[in-house]
């Protein structure tokens, strides 16, 4: 969402398919209730406090600058999100995940998505307390790649949870479907979406943003197939058994055609 310019209030929004299914309803079905601001556009070295013209004039090149389109990928917009921070936090927070791996791969199972999940676990420094209390969200970009599970404070959401809820998300600039929950961790499966024989392995990215600090960071995880060991089928052995018979017999037992 942006201004189209900055000489009307006039915004720009891409609505998600719920949204258009509640705003067909009528005004009162469609309410906002939380928003965030960010700066992405922003290049603060054209801040000019050398403007003859006065303080008032510092940011006058910023402020005319105009805004990006609406964009729905968030793995390309509202990276740097405006934030209030507590008094004397010096710092501004910073996330990671607990082992420090960004691009992990995973191996599919023949029970995926319900066995050996994936955890990832988001921490906050400046100040370490940040996220405590509401979580971080994570949002999976493709569903049939991943299912993601909350885990933890104030857990909402995750792909089984959308799916029974219909609330997956359709991201119309990928072409996926997505699927967002809220935790202090989160379990990660494979899909269990292979083709028999696919040899190759898929991607999907988890994105997490801190609910109370904001702050985003992006998990590129790759999965590669689950691959069914067979056994080949071994002709019993055929011949005199050891009651005298002949045809195939058992392993220290009697012949299975005369019953030995």
């Not at 309803?25 to 922003?42: Q, S």
């Not at 910073?94 to 988001?122: H, L, R």
Request: hydrophobic share 30%.
């Amino acid at each position: 969402m942006g201004y189209i310019d900055n000489t009307l209030v006039t915004i720009d929004s891409i609505v998600t398919a719920r949204g258009r299914e509640l705003l067909s309803k009528g005004r009162g079905r469609f309410k906002v209730t939380k928003f965030a601001v960010a700066d992405d556009e922003i290049d603060y070295r054209l801040w000019d406090s050398n403007n003859v013209n006065g303080s008032v004039y510092y940011g006058q090149v910023i402020e005319n600058m105009s805004l990006t389109e609406a964009n729905p990928n968030q793995d390309k917009t509202m990276n740097f999100k405006m934030l209030s921070l507590p008094k004397n936090i010096e710092l501004v927070p910073v996330m990671a995940i607990a082992g420090g791996n960004y691009s992990p791969t995973i191996q599919s199972t023949e029970a995926s998505p319900y066995s050996d999940p994936f955890i990832i676990t988001p921490m906050t420094y400046n100040p370490s307390t940040g996220n405590s209390i509401l979580g971080y969200t994570a949002t999976v970009s493709d569903t049939s790649v991943l299912t993601l599970e909350g885990q933890g404070t104030n857990v909402t959401g995750g792909s089984r949870w959308a799916i029974d809820n219909g609330e997956l998300i359709y991201n119309f600039s990928t072409s996926k479907t997505e699927a967002k929950a809220t935790g202090t961790s989160f379990k990660i499966h494979p899909a269990k979406s292979f083709p028999i024989g696919y040899s190759g392995t898929r991607t999907a990215s988890i994105t997490i943003i801190g609910n109370e600090t904001a702050g985003k960071l992006i998990v590129n995880i790759t999965v590669k197939p689950w691959v069914k060991t067979t056994v080949p089928d071994i002709p019993p052995p055929t011949g005199p058994g050891p009651g005298g018979g002949t045809g195939p017999f058992l392993k220290g037992g009697g012949n299975l055609q005369n019953g030995g």
